[in-house]
């Protein structure tokens, strides 16, 4: 089983710039299309970013706010996160895009707030 270790979340003002690492175990990881997803309070967790062989895909929400990446070597993927929003506010997660999915690491909380 995978295991998956989101770091680099933090307290940052409006406007302000976070940069998300999800660290993995396992060799398949790169050849895995991945995601960023978030849960904020109250609502359901939700697709950011994914990177496939393809390319990346990122909903309105975040398009040139939020650049996906993955360093295979160091079974690492990357969500740089610039002119976060309040609505940025969550716990982000990272994980696998297709079913099933590997269970969810701790998640790292992103808390955009002046």
């Known amino acids: 089983q995978v295991q998956l270790v989101e770091s680099g979340g933090g307290l940052v003002q409006p406007g302000g710039s976070l940069r998300l690492s999800c660290a993995a175990s396992?060799?398949?990881?790169?050849?895995?299309?991945m995601g960023w997803y978030r849960q904020a309070p109250g609502k359901q967790r939700e697709l950011v970013a994914t990177i496939t062989s393809g390319g990346t895909y990122y909903p309105d929400s975040v398009k040139g706010r939020f650049t996906i990446s993955r360093d295979n070597a160091k079974n690492t993927v990357y969500l740089q996160m610039n002119s976060l929003k309040p609505e940025d506010t969550a716990v982000y997660y990272c994980?696998?895009?297709?079913?099933?999915?590997?269970?969810w690491g701790q998640g790292t909380q992103v808390t955009v707030s002046s």
């Open positions: 396992g060799s398949i990881f790169s050849i895995t299309a």
């Open positions: 994980n696998k895009i297709v079913r099933p999915r590997w269970s």
